[in-house]
Structure formats: structure tokens, C-alpha cells
């Protein structure tokens, strides 16, 4: 249950998805000094993350992009298919253009790095809270310098690929045919103007398009 603000006011109910637990704990902690900020939940993978949203049904997520079983941008684009409501903070040492168009679409609220102050993400939180975007302004400038070429079936078998699993297995675990899979696999080589798989899924995540 939350407790009031001096002012009255219900505190800004937060969900913090960090699977490193030392940062998770140093989040969940400095967030919790503030007045105004509750964190009712921390999870430390994306499926729990998203059983902790629809369990408390926060105002608010902090994740960070790569994590366990689902990363912070699925999470984010299947929070906005559900239509929960909850606000999404991307907070990631990754500054990659790709990954905050991403995330963009995917409906998040702010895409902020990890270097930043305390006193700055908790501004951030209340100001994404006033209906407000929060994006770093460096990342932001970048954004569109690079048009993101993959399409979404390309990037997660590249994804796969890059992770060392065989057409057949990627075929098995997207349910498409062997032939589909390297078919898209050679979409994906020669958009990025790799060599082979290993070097466009390398590429792939330099850019954040992965």
C-alpha cells in the first residue's frame, strides 16, 4: 500500500527490472529516499518484471535493456500490447541510436543512461509521471542518423544466430522451415554487408539493431 507524499498526494509507485543485483539493489534504494517515490516490486529478468507490472500495476517501470528471458524492449512493447497503463524508463549503459528507436516505438517513456545522477532519475521519474518524454539528449541527436534495415523476422533470427543456434534449431524455435530461416539469414547478411552470420549479428548489436 502507498504511503502519502508530505503533501498529501499518492507517492509515484515504481517497478525497478535490473538483472545485475548490486545495481538493482543501489536503485531500489535510492529511489526509496525519495518522498515522493515508492518502489513496490524489483525484478531481476524480464518475465519477472512483467509479472511484477501486471501483479501491482505501477505507474511506473525502470528496466534496463539487456536482461534474462526477455529484454527491457520486449517488455516495454508488451506492456504497450497489453495496455497496462504503466509508464516505461529505459535505464541502460548501452548509448546505441538503435536501441532507443526501438525502444521508441515500443511506447517507452524515457531511454536514460546509467551515468547519470540520482537526483537526476528521480526528476526523470516524476517528470515522465507528468505525462512527460525524458530522453538523453546526445542519444536523442543520433537517433535518426541511421535508419534501423532489419526487419523484425530478420532480427530475431540474426539474434538467435548470433546466440550460436543452427537454422534447424531457429527454424524449431520460430516454427519456420530450415530453407525460411536461411533465407532470412542472407536478407540480414547482405543488409549489413557482412560476411556471414556471426559478423551481421556482430554488427547488428553494435548498432542496437539487435
Not at 91 to 120: H, I, N, P, Q, W
Amino acid at each position: 500500500m502507498n504511503l502519502p507524499t508530505k503533501n498529501g498526494t499518492q507517492a509515484i509507485r515504481v517497478v525497478i527490472a535490473e538483472d545485475q543485483s548490486m545495481v538493482l539493489g543501489a536503485l531500489a534504494a535510492l529511489l526509496g529516499m525519495e518522498r515522493d517515490i515508492s518502489v513496490v516490486a524489483q525484478a531481476r529478468n524480464g518475465q519477472e518484471a512483467l509479472s511484477a507490472v501486471l501483479e501491482h500495476k505501477p505507474d511506473m517501470l525502470i528496466t534496463d535493456v539487456e536482461m534474462p528471458q526477455m529484454t527491457g524492449l520486449d517488455l516495454a512493447a508488451e506492456l504497450q500490447r497489453r495496455r497496462t497503463g504503466t509508464r516505461v524508463i529505459i535505464l541502460t549503459t548501452f548509448a546505441r541510436a538503435g536501441y532507443l528507436r526501438r525502444a521508441l516505438d515500443a511506447g517507452v517513456s524515457g531511454y536514460l543512461l546509467k551515468d547519470m545522477r540520482a537526483e537526476e532519475l528521480a526528476d526523470a521519474v516524476r517528470r515522465v509521471q507528468q505525462g512527460l518524454r525524458v530522453i538523453d539528449p546526445e542519444l536523442a541527436a543520433e537517433a535518426w542518423s541511421e535508419p534501423d534495415p532489419l526487419t523484425d523476422r530478420e532480427r530475431q533470427v540474426l539474434r538467435l544466430a548470433g546466440d550460436g543456434m543452427a537454422s534447424g534449431d531457429i527454424g524449431a524455435e520460430l516454427g519456420l522451415s530450415e530453407g525460411t530461416v536461411r533465407n532470412y539469414l542472407s536478407e540480414a547478411i547482405s543488409k549489413l554487408g557482412a560476411n556471414n552470420r556471426v559478423e551481421a549479428a556482430r554488427i547488428a548489436r553494435t548498432k542496437g539493431w539487435l
